[in-house]
Every structure is written in C-alpha cells, then in structure tokens.
C-alpha cells in the first residue's frame, strides 16, 4: 500500500489509460472551449485532461 501511495503522489491520471508524471508538465492550460489541456516537457501536442481528472490540474 505504501508503494501505490509514492506513485500515486508522483503520477497523475490524465484520461483513461494516459498517466504523466507531474515532474514532467510543463503547463496546465484551457483551450478554446474550456477544457484543460497539459504540454509534458519535451511534446508539441497537449494532452487533454478528462472531466473526471480535471480537478487534480485546477490548482496549477
């Protein structure tokens, strides 16, 4: 159970079967429409963030 604390505190869960790790964002954005999208280091595409995981992302 400790084990899936430390991942959990290290990986977020971004859409269904996309985890990043935090240290890996770049910035947390909103499109056009509202939606938050993430840009992980080194990636032209943003990643959107689901609604079900949008509040893990609204504080940063």
Same mark, same amino acid.
């Given at each position: 159970?400790?084990?899936? #604390?430390? *991942?959990?505190? #290290?990986?977020?869960?971004? /859409?269904? $079967?996309? *985890? &990043?790790?935090?240290?890996? *964002?770049?910035?947390?954005?909103?499109?056009? !429409? $509202? #939606? !938050?999208? *993430?840009? &992980? /280091? $080194?990636?032209?595409?943003? !990643?959107? &963030?689901?609604?079900?995981?949008? $509040? !893990?992302?609204?504080?940063?």
């Amino acid at each position: 159970m400790a084990t899936m #604390r430390r *991942i959990a505190a #290290r990986f977020a869960k971004v /859409h269904r $079967g996309v *985890i &990043v790790a935090y240290a890996a *964002i770049d910035r947390v954005e909103r499109d056009m !429409l $509202g #939606r !938050l999208r *993430i840009r &992980v /280091h $080194g990636q032209r595409e943003m !990643l959107p &963030v689901s609604r079900a995981y949008a $509040g !893990l992302f609204r504080q940063m």
